[in-house]
Protein backbone atom coordinates (compact mmCIF):
# COMPACT_ATOMS: atom_id res chain seq x y z
CA UNK A 1 0.00 0.00 0.00
CA UNK A 2 1.35 3.45 -0.98
CA UNK A 3 1.86 5.88 1.62
CA UNK A 4 -0.30 8.96 1.61
CA UNK A 5 1.48 12.21 2.98
CA UNK A 6 -0.40 15.63 3.16
CA UNK A 7 1.55 17.13 0.04
CA UNK A 8 -0.82 14.01 -2.07
CA UNK A 9 -3.95 15.19 -0.57
CA UNK A 10 -6.08 17.61 -2.34
CA UNK A 11 -5.13 21.14 -0.70
CA UNK A 12 -7.59 23.92 0.37
CA UNK A 13 -7.51 27.33 -1.42
CA UNK A 14 -6.04 29.91 0.94
CA UNK A 15 -9.50 31.70 0.91
CA UNK A 16 -11.10 28.73 1.99
CA UNK A 17 -12.65 28.88 5.74
CA UNK A 18 -14.30 27.07 7.77
CA UNK A 19 -18.27 26.79 8.10
CA UNK A 20 -18.05 28.47 11.62
CA UNK A 21 -15.64 31.20 10.21
CA UNK A 22 -18.01 31.72 7.05
CA UNK A 23 -21.13 32.35 9.32
CA UNK A 24 -18.76 35.15 11.47
CA UNK A 25 -18.19 36.81 8.53
CA UNK A 26 -21.50 36.69 6.64
CA UNK A 27 -22.64 37.96 10.48
CA UNK A 28 -20.65 41.24 9.77
CA UNK A 29 -21.69 40.98 5.82
CA UNK A 30 -25.53 41.28 6.75
CA UNK A 31 -24.83 43.97 9.92
CA UNK A 32 -23.01 46.22 7.13
CA UNK A 33 -25.83 45.48 4.70
CA UNK A 34 -29.16 45.98 7.01
CA UNK A 35 -27.46 49.17 8.01
CA UNK A 36 -26.68 50.66 4.57
CA UNK A 37 -30.91 49.35 3.75
CA UNK A 38 -31.97 50.90 7.18
CA UNK A 39 -30.22 54.20 6.21
CA UNK A 40 -31.04 54.33 2.87
CA UNK A 41 -35.36 54.33 3.73
CA UNK A 42 -33.93 57.51 5.98
CA UNK A 43 -32.59 59.32 3.38
CA UNK A 44 -34.37 58.83 0.45
CA UNK A 45 -38.15 58.37 1.71
CA UNK A 46 -38.26 59.75 5.57
CA UNK A 47 -35.65 62.37 5.98
CA UNK A 48 -36.65 64.70 3.42
CA UNK A 49 -40.44 64.57 4.27
CA UNK A 50 -40.10 65.45 7.69
CA UNK A 51 -41.23 62.29 8.54
CA UNK A 52 -40.59 61.38 12.24
CA UNK A 53 -40.71 57.70 12.90
CA UNK A 54 -39.70 57.74 16.62
CA UNK A 55 -36.34 56.82 18.01
CA UNK A 56 -32.87 58.14 17.56
CA UNK A 57 -33.12 59.41 14.32
CA UNK A 58 -37.01 60.31 14.09
CA UNK A 59 -34.93 62.63 17.05
CA UNK A 60 -32.33 63.45 14.91
CA UNK A 61 -35.24 64.74 12.06
CA UNK A 62 -36.65 67.26 14.73
CA UNK A 63 -33.38 68.35 16.09
CA UNK A 64 -31.81 68.97 11.99
CA UNK A 65 -34.69 70.76 11.46
CA UNK A 66 -33.42 73.67 14.69
CA UNK A 67 -30.03 73.14 14.04
CA UNK A 68 -30.14 72.03 10.03
CA UNK A 69 -26.00 72.74 9.93
CA UNK A 70 -26.13 69.39 11.76
CA UNK A 71 -26.90 66.27 9.61
CA UNK A 72 -29.05 64.06 10.66
CA UNK A 73 -27.21 60.97 10.99
CA UNK A 74 -24.66 63.49 13.21
CA UNK A 75 -27.57 63.39 16.44
CA UNK A 76 -27.17 59.49 15.99
CA UNK A 77 -23.55 59.78 17.29
CA UNK A 78 -24.89 62.18 20.04
CA UNK A 79 -27.69 59.99 21.40
CA UNK A 80 -25.79 57.09 20.78
CA UNK A 81 -22.67 57.48 22.69
CA UNK A 82 -23.95 58.65 25.83
CA UNK A 83 -26.68 56.03 25.77
CA UNK A 84 -24.48 53.28 25.24
CA UNK A 85 -22.12 54.16 27.63
CA UNK A 86 -24.69 54.86 30.45
CA UNK A 87 -26.35 51.39 29.90
CA UNK A 88 -22.78 49.75 30.25
CA UNK A 89 -22.51 51.80 33.68
CA UNK A 90 -25.80 51.66 35.23
CA UNK A 91 -27.35 48.95 33.62
CA UNK A 92 -24.75 46.69 33.45
CA UNK A 93 -25.31 45.54 30.12
CA UNK A 94 -22.95 43.71 27.97
CA UNK A 95 -22.61 45.61 25.09
CA UNK A 96 -22.06 43.46 22.09
CA UNK A 97 -19.27 44.37 19.28
CA UNK A 98 -21.80 43.94 16.82
CA UNK A 99 -23.85 46.30 18.74
CA UNK A 100 -21.51 49.29 19.00
CA UNK A 101 -20.21 48.45 15.45
CA UNK A 102 -23.82 48.86 14.01
CA UNK A 103 -24.43 51.96 16.46
CA UNK A 104 -21.52 53.92 15.24
CA UNK A 105 -22.10 52.88 11.47
CA UNK A 106 -25.30 53.85 10.93
CA UNK A 107 -24.76 57.65 11.48
CA UNK A 108 -21.74 57.75 9.16
CA UNK A 109 -23.86 55.75 6.15
CA UNK A 110 -26.74 58.20 7.03
CA UNK A 111 -24.19 61.35 6.36
CA UNK A 112 -22.53 59.71 3.62
CA UNK A 113 -25.61 59.01 1.51
CA UNK A 114 -26.38 62.21 2.34
CA UNK A 115 -23.40 63.96 0.84
CA UNK A 116 -24.13 61.53 -2.38
CA UNK A 117 -28.02 61.88 -2.60
CA UNK A 118 -27.59 66.07 -2.50
CA UNK A 119 -25.77 68.55 -5.11
CA UNK A 120 -24.46 70.88 -2.45
CA UNK A 121 -24.16 71.47 1.11
CA UNK A 122 -27.25 74.14 0.70
CA UNK A 123 -30.23 70.70 -0.16
CA UNK A 124 -27.95 68.84 2.53
CA UNK A 125 -29.35 71.33 5.20
CA UNK A 126 -32.99 71.62 3.50
CA UNK A 127 -33.20 68.07 2.98
CA UNK A 128 -34.39 69.48 -0.28
CA UNK A 129 -36.59 66.53 -1.96
CA UNK A 130 -37.11 68.13 -5.32
CA UNK A 131 -33.54 67.79 -5.49
CA UNK A 132 -32.49 64.40 -4.17
CA UNK A 133 -30.88 62.73 -7.22
CA UNK A 134 -31.95 65.99 -9.04
CA UNK A 135 -35.14 65.18 -8.37
CA UNK A 136 -35.60 61.98 -9.66
CA UNK A 137 -37.10 60.48 -6.46
CA UNK A 138 -39.51 63.52 -5.60
CA UNK A 139 -42.24 62.08 -3.68
CA UNK A 140 -43.66 65.64 -2.25
CA UNK A 141 -46.80 64.33 -3.79
CA UNK A 142 -46.89 60.55 -2.45
CA UNK A 143 -46.79 61.41 1.10
CA UNK A 144 -48.66 58.07 1.67
CA UNK A 145 -46.32 55.75 -0.84
CA UNK A 146 -42.72 57.39 0.52
CA UNK A 147 -43.71 56.83 4.27
CA UNK A 148 -44.88 52.78 3.44
CA UNK A 149 -41.60 52.65 1.79
CA UNK A 150 -39.36 54.41 3.42
CA UNK A 151 -40.89 52.61 6.72
CA UNK A 152 -40.47 49.04 5.16
CA UNK A 153 -36.97 49.85 3.93
CA UNK A 154 -36.29 50.77 7.35
CA UNK A 155 -37.81 47.74 9.01
CA UNK A 156 -36.04 45.37 6.50
CA UNK A 157 -32.24 46.95 7.54
CA UNK A 158 -33.07 47.03 11.44
CA UNK A 159 -34.66 43.58 10.71
CA UNK A 160 -31.66 42.33 9.17
CA UNK A 161 -29.16 43.67 12.40
CA UNK A 162 -31.30 42.16 14.95
CA UNK A 163 -31.36 38.66 13.63
CA UNK A 164 -27.76 39.10 13.58
CA UNK A 165 -28.16 39.75 17.54
CA UNK A 166 -27.06 43.04 17.39
CA UNK A 167 -28.57 46.36 17.78
CA UNK A 168 -28.46 50.08 16.40
CA UNK A 169 -28.90 51.27 19.91
CA UNK A 170 -30.86 54.50 20.81
CA UNK A 171 -34.38 53.98 22.78
CA UNK A 172 -34.83 50.29 23.53
CA UNK A 173 -31.63 51.54 25.90
CA UNK A 174 -33.96 54.63 27.38
CA UNK A 175 -36.52 51.60 27.44
CA UNK A 176 -34.44 50.01 29.77
CA UNK A 177 -33.63 52.61 32.15
CA UNK A 178 -37.61 53.45 32.84
CA UNK A 179 -37.67 49.99 33.46
CA UNK A 180 -35.35 49.58 36.00
CA UNK A 181 -36.11 52.93 37.58
CA UNK A 182 -39.67 53.23 36.75
CA UNK A 183 -40.76 50.18 36.89
CA UNK A 184 -42.15 50.28 33.54
CA UNK A 185 -42.35 47.43 31.38
CA UNK A 186 -39.97 47.89 28.01
CA UNK A 187 -42.50 47.33 25.38
CA UNK A 188 -44.02 50.41 27.29
CA UNK A 189 -41.19 52.15 27.90
CA UNK A 190 -40.61 52.04 23.82
CA UNK A 191 -44.04 53.50 23.15
CA UNK A 192 -43.10 56.54 25.39
CA UNK A 193 -40.33 57.20 23.65
CA UNK A 194 -41.36 56.93 20.37
CA UNK A 195 -44.53 59.47 21.44
CA UNK A 196 -42.23 61.75 22.85
CA UNK A 197 -40.39 61.91 19.85
CA UNK A 198 -43.43 62.24 17.88
CA UNK A 199 -45.38 64.79 19.49
CA UNK A 200 -41.36 66.87 19.38
CA UNK A 201 -42.45 66.35 15.50
CA UNK A 202 -45.60 67.61 16.18
CA UNK A 203 -44.43 70.73 18.07
CA UNK A 204 -41.68 71.32 15.26
CA UNK A 205 -43.18 70.46 12.12
CA UNK A 206 -46.68 70.73 12.72
CA UNK A 207 -46.80 74.38 14.75
CA UNK A 208 -44.44 75.62 12.64
CA UNK A 209 -41.36 76.08 15.05
CA UNK A 210 -38.51 74.37 13.40
CA UNK A 211 -36.16 75.25 9.78
CA UNK A 212 -39.27 74.72 7.26
CA UNK A 213 -36.94 75.23 3.90
CA UNK A 214 -37.82 72.03 1.62
CA UNK A 215 -40.54 70.37 -0.44
CA UNK A 216 -43.19 71.10 2.15
CA UNK A 217 -45.16 73.85 2.10
CA UNK A 218 -44.89 75.12 5.83
CA UNK A 219 -46.37 73.69 8.94
CA UNK A 220 -47.80 70.33 8.44
CA UNK A 221 -49.68 68.93 11.55
CA UNK A 222 -50.96 65.89 9.63
CA UNK A 223 -47.66 64.93 9.14
CA UNK A 224 -47.35 63.25 12.46
CA UNK A 225 -50.17 60.91 11.06
CA UNK A 226 -47.64 59.77 8.84
CA UNK A 227 -45.37 58.78 11.45
CA UNK A 228 -47.80 57.22 13.13
CA UNK A 229 -47.91 55.16 10.02
CA UNK A 230 -44.49 54.71 9.49
CA UNK A 231 -43.73 53.05 13.12
CA UNK A 232 -46.63 50.45 12.73
CA UNK A 233 -45.15 49.50 9.33
CA UNK A 234 -41.52 49.48 10.17
CA UNK A 235 -42.20 47.72 13.98
CA UNK A 236 -44.07 45.01 11.64
CA UNK A 237 -41.26 44.80 9.00
CA UNK A 238 -38.98 44.07 11.87
CA UNK A 239 -41.06 41.25 13.51
CA UNK A 240 -41.33 39.70 9.95
CA UNK A 241 -38.37 39.81 8.93
CA UNK A 242 -37.22 38.60 12.90
CA UNK A 243 -40.20 35.91 13.20
CA UNK A 244 -41.12 35.66 9.76
CA UNK A 245 -44.85 35.09 8.59
CA UNK A 246 -46.24 33.82 11.95
CA UNK A 247 -49.16 32.44 10.45
CA UNK A 248 -49.89 29.20 12.51
CA UNK A 249 -52.50 28.43 13.57
CA UNK A 250 -53.70 26.23 17.15
CA UNK A 251 -56.93 23.62 16.56
CA UNK A 252 -58.57 22.25 19.58
CA UNK A 253 -61.34 19.25 18.06
CA UNK A 254 -63.58 18.37 20.88
CA UNK A 255 -65.32 15.24 19.93
CA UNK A 256 -67.17 11.86 21.22
CA UNK A 257 -66.46 9.62 18.24
CA UNK A 258 -62.66 8.95 18.26
CA UNK A 259 -61.84 7.93 14.84
CA UNK A 260 -58.77 6.43 13.41
CA UNK A 261 -59.01 8.17 10.13
CA UNK A 262 -58.59 11.37 11.55
CA UNK A 263 -55.40 10.71 13.17
CA UNK A 264 -54.22 9.27 10.07
CA UNK A 265 -54.64 12.27 8.70
CA UNK A 266 -52.79 14.54 11.08
CA UNK A 267 -50.20 12.03 11.27
CA UNK A 268 -49.85 10.76 7.34
CA UNK A 269 -51.23 13.26 5.21
CA UNK A 270 -50.31 16.68 7.32
CA UNK A 271 -46.86 14.90 8.38
CA UNK A 272 -47.45 16.49 11.88
CA UNK A 273 -48.80 15.52 15.23
CA UNK A 274 -51.40 16.29 18.21
CA UNK A 275 -51.76 16.10 21.73
CA UNK A 276 -54.75 13.72 23.03
CA UNK A 277 -56.58 14.64 25.61
CA UNK A 278 -59.48 13.29 27.55
CA UNK A 279 -62.13 14.93 28.60
CA UNK A 280 -65.74 15.40 29.73
CA UNK A 281 -68.89 17.49 29.30
CA UNK A 282 -69.57 19.84 31.69
CA UNK A 283 -73.23 19.33 31.00
CA UNK A 284 -73.47 15.76 30.37
CA UNK A 285 -71.10 14.55 31.61
CA UNK A 286 -70.47 12.14 28.80
CA UNK A 287 -66.31 11.43 27.88
CA UNK A 288 -65.08 12.89 25.33
CA UNK A 289 -61.60 13.85 23.42
CA UNK A 290 -60.26 16.56 22.76
CA UNK A 291 -57.00 16.93 20.11
CA UNK A 292 -55.07 19.67 20.43
CA UNK A 293 -52.60 20.43 17.38
CA UNK A 294 -50.73 23.13 15.69
CA UNK A 295 -50.67 23.76 11.65
CA UNK A 296 -49.82 26.62 9.20
CA UNK A 297 -52.96 28.64 7.89
CA UNK A 298 -52.51 26.93 4.42
CA UNK A 299 -53.30 23.65 6.15
CA UNK A 300 -56.28 25.11 8.02
CA UNK A 301 -59.47 24.70 4.59
CA UNK A 302 -58.27 20.90 4.68
CA UNK A 303 -58.31 20.08 8.49
CA UNK A 304 -61.99 21.04 8.71
CA UNK A 305 -63.35 19.30 5.91
CA UNK A 306 -61.85 16.26 7.26
CA UNK A 307 -63.13 17.15 10.50
CA UNK A 308 -66.50 17.76 8.90
CA UNK A 309 -66.37 14.26 6.92
CA UNK A 310 -64.99 12.51 10.30
CA UNK A 311 -67.73 14.32 12.44
CA UNK A 312 -69.97 17.30 11.80
CA UNK A 313 -70.86 17.82 14.88
CA UNK A 314 -67.45 18.33 16.76
CA UNK A 315 -66.84 21.53 18.50
CA UNK A 316 -63.96 22.96 16.94
CA UNK A 317 -61.73 26.26 17.96
CA UNK A 318 -59.51 28.00 15.61
CA UNK A 319 -57.03 30.36 17.31
CA UNK A 320 -53.87 32.04 15.75
CA UNK A 321 -50.31 31.05 17.04
CA UNK A 322 -47.92 34.40 18.09
CA UNK A 323 -45.07 31.88 17.79
CA UNK A 324 -44.58 27.89 17.73
CA UNK A 325 -41.35 26.31 18.85
CA UNK A 326 -40.33 22.72 19.07
CA UNK A 327 -39.74 19.67 16.61
CA UNK A 328 -40.92 20.48 13.36
CA UNK A 329 -40.91 24.05 14.38
CA UNK A 330 -38.61 27.03 15.14
CA UNK A 331 -35.67 26.20 18.13
CA UNK A 332 -36.35 27.73 21.46
CA UNK A 333 -34.63 31.55 21.24
CA UNK A 334 -31.33 31.11 23.17
CA UNK A 335 -30.46 32.66 26.56
CA UNK A 336 -29.75 36.88 25.38
CA UNK A 337 -31.18 36.04 21.65
CA UNK A 338 -33.11 39.01 20.94
CA UNK A 339 -36.69 38.60 19.56
CA UNK A 340 -39.09 40.63 17.96
CA UNK A 341 -41.80 38.81 20.19
Not at 54 to 62: E, H, P, R
Not at 157 to 174: K, M, P, S
Request: charged residues 15%; aromatic residues 12%.
Amino acid sequence: MTAISDSTLPQKPKWYAPATHLQWWLTWVYIIVGVIIMCSGFVFFINPYHIVPGGVYGAGIVLHSLFPSIQVGTFGWFFDVPLLTLSAIFLGAKIGSRTIFAAMMSPLVMNLLDWIAYPNAAAMKALDPTQLFGGVINMSEHLMLTTIIGAATIGLGCGLVVRQQATTGGTDIVAMFLQKYLNIRFSNGILICDAVVVLSGLLVFGLGLGHIDSGTSGPSWHLSFYSLIAIFVSSKTIAYVINGAQDDKLVFVVSNKPNEDFRQFILQTLDRSATRIKSSGLYTNDDKEMLFLVVSNKEIPAVKLKIQEVDPNAFVVVSDAHATYGEGWRPLPLPGEITAE
